[in-house]
């Protein structure tokens, strides 16, 4: 096909610079499967993005069956929501320190750390359900070191993506992540209500820690340069208050951050008390509230 045939049958789009980091030109238009998946023609991705959804599954059981655990315990919706504050808390505090480590430090290392730690979280939570030991206190303290783990993987994991493919495919690798939580989001609490309604409780925390392998072993099997620290390297409590202060200057980003606050607190909040929902306005048991 001409140069002139290419013109004619794409169209051709501007993109701002603050949107890409640079002024580039991208084709709009019709899509094919090639353009949908083609973050995956990149090793690595296709490596963390396997791992990922495995990972993905295993942590959606989980949380579907702490939920139902603390409200079996305790029948106390206000246990449930501090549960989910406990684990939220050290997110909001430490994530800016997360961030900062991953741009000092190995990303891939970072993750790998913050993935075997959650893998013994998961571990523990199985023990302690398994052995009839599980008190509301061991609930609360995991779901706080859990978080101050997230806090620290989540910004590794999302500026790691940058590395595993390229800066024009990082918008659709960013889609495919999307589509693979949410997919985690449906498969994962309907397997756990599957298990918790016929093999136990249990089966969830210990096939979540089981699933963290397959992003360990993805991460290993990745092939990188080696990395190189940045030149200038400030103190964390000042990269952090750079970070922030793009923040404040940067209007699009502090709209964004806004609205993800605020769809957060008053939207996604609803899914914490979904046990107690289940339990007494729908009266179904473990499958039915996986469901």
Not at 34 to 58: E, P
Not at 122 to 143: C, D, E, K, T
Not at 209 to 228: D, E, H, N, T
Request: aromatic share 8%.
């Amino acid at each position: 096909m001409s140069a002139e045939q290419t013109q004619t049958s794409a169209q051709v789009a501007n993109v701002p610079p603050e949107v890409t980091g640079q002024p580039r030109r991208v084709v709009v238009g019709g899509v094919t499967w090639r353009d949908t998946f083609a973050a995956l023609k990149h090793r690595n991705f296709r490596l963390f993005s396997a791992g990922q959804l495995v990972s993905l599954i295993g942590s959606w059981m989980q949380t579907t069956a702490q939920g139902w655990l603390v409200y079996q315990l305790t029948g106390s919706k206000a246990l449930l929501g501090t549960v989910a504050a406990v684990g939220s808390l050290p997110m909001l505090l430490l994530s800016a320190w997360g961030g900062s480590l991953a741009d000092r430090h190995s990303k891939r290392t970072v993750i790998l750390c913050t993935q075997t730690g959650m893998m013994l979280l998961a571990f523990a939570f199985a023990a302690l359900v398994g052995s009839r030991r599980i008190q509301p206190w061991h609930i609360l303290a995991l779901a706080a070191l859990g978080g101050a783990a997230m806090a620290f993987d989540i910004p590794a994991r999302q500026a790691f993506t940058v590395e595993m493919t390229s800066r024009e495919d990082l918008m659709n690798a960013i889609s495919l992540n999307s589509s693979m939580f949410n997919s985690a989001r449906i498969i994962g609490p309907s397997v756990a209500g599957f298990l918790m309604a016929q093999v136990g409780m249990v089966w969830c925390f210990f096939l979540n820690g089981l699933s963290f392998i397959a992003v360990i072993a993805g991460l290993l099997l990745m092939r990188l340069p080696r990395f190189v620290a940045p030149a200038t390297n400030p103190s964390m409590g000042r990269h952090v208050l750079e970070g922030l202060a793009y923040v404040v200057a940067n209007r699009q980003v502090r709209s964004l951050l806004l609205l993800v606050g605020v769809v957060g607190v008053f939207g996604w909040s609803y899914s914490v008390l979904l046990p107690a929902y289940a339990a007494e306005n729908l009266h179904v048991g473990e499958s039915g509230y996986g469901a």
